[in-house]
């Protein structure tokens, strides 16, 4: 049986994933600027097999209006178009015979008040994620075995700080993609 600094030990790691999990869904929400990561989860159907867009090609942004993706073999122009079209970002690709370019719209208002509406619900995914790690945590710390009931409080306070933490790191990465978008 482990014992109770192993079991934090897993729950900091474990609340870690979340966090990075948060930071990989915010960074596909568009902010204004052009940013590669956008198009991070479009999958391209190639050959028959389906696989993430810059496995299949090389995206730049030459200003901040604009995407430039140049795929590495011809034949996947058209597919790469299809996804990008085909996903939820609501971007128009312009195929130039070798290279798709995509000039990004100016976010409206409303649009800006959608993206920050997602961020929150990514971020309260990321507080849920928390939350039942620490209830998967004090729930391994109750059954250690050989350790008076002070240890075992002692243990369920260090969690509920090692949570409180986390849960600081959700809502500062929260505030700072809503600024970003806002801004």
């Known amino acids: 049986m482990a014992d109770i600094k192993s079991i934090q030990a897993d729950a900091r790691e474990r609340m870690g994933k979340a966090i990075e999990s948060l930071e990989n869904n915010l960074s596909v929400l568009r902010t204004g600027r052009a940013n590669p990561g956008i198009l991070k989860k479009v999958q391209v159907d190639y050959y028959g097999s389906t696989m993430p867009i810059d496995q ?64 929150k619900n990514y ?19 109750k059954k250690v075995e050989g350790i008076g009931d002070d240890e075992i409080k002692r243990g369920e306070a ?23 978008i806002l801004g």
């Not at 195929?95 to 959608?114: A, Q």
């Not at 994620?129 to 998967?136: E, H, L």
């Not at 260090?158 to 700072?176: C, H, L, N, P």
Request: hydrophobic share 35%.
């Open 56 to 119: 299949v090609a090389s995206i730049t942004t030459p200003d901040a209006r604009t995407l430039v993706i140049t795929p590495w073999d011809r034949g996947a122009l058209a597919p790469i178009e299809r996804a990008i079209r085909d996903s939820d970002l609501g971007l128009n690709p312009n195929n130039k015979g070798d290279t798709i370019f995509i000039s990004l719209p100016m976010l409206t208002e409303e649009r800006r008040r959608d993206l920050v509406k997602n961020a």
């Open 158 to 180: 260090d969690v509920q700080k090692i949570t409180d933490e986390y849960v600081a790191r959700v809502d500062s990465t929260f505030q700072k993609k809503e600024q970003e």
């Open 123 to 141: 971020s309260e995914d990321a507080r849920v994620a928390i939350r039942n790690i620490r209830k998967q945590t004090l729930d391994e710390v």
